[in-house]
């Protein structure tokens, strides 16, 4: 699908450039291939879309005791490393 429209791209700035190019091969087959992908691209659509998940909910944090954060541990010695090389100033 992709191929398609990169050549179909490649063959419109060659015309605009003023390129004539050789339809007598090119013409079939964009004719053949770029029918079929049309429908291969909704159907990839509707297929990724059916993937998707629900989309993340963002609510207010009413308390504090409702507020967590979850970090790599290679984060927290990062963290640390900073916070012991700070406190030494």
Same mark, same amino acid.
Do not use: C
């Given at each position: 699908?992709?191929?398609?429209?990169?050549?179909? =791209?490649?063959?419109? =700035?060659? =015309?605009?450039?003023?390129?004539?190019?050789?339809?007598?091969?090119?013409?079939?087959?964009?004719?053949?291939?770029?029918?079929?992908?049309?429908?291969?691209?909704?159907?990839?659509? =509707?297929?990724?879309?059916?993937?998707?998940?629900?989309?993340?909910?963002?609510?207010?944090?009413?308390?504090?005791?409702?507020?967590?954060?979850?970090?790599?541990?290679?984060?927290?010695?990062?963290?640390?490393?900073?916070?012991?090389?700070?406190?030494?100033?």
């Amino acid at each position: 699908m992709i191929a398609n429209f990169a050549v179909l =791209a490649v063959l419109i =700035a060659a =015309a605009w450039a003023g390129f004539k190019a050789d339809f007598s091969l090119v013409q079939p087959m964009i004719w053949a291939f770029f029918p079929g992908s049309l429908p291969l691209g909704m159907l990839l659509t =509707a297929w990724l879309y059916k993937r998707t998940s629900e989309p993340v909910k963002f609510r207010p944090i009413d308390s504090d005791a409702f507020a967590f954060a979850y970090a790599h541990p290679g984060f927290h010695a990062a963290l640390n490393t900073v916070r012991a090389s700070n406190s030494d100033r």
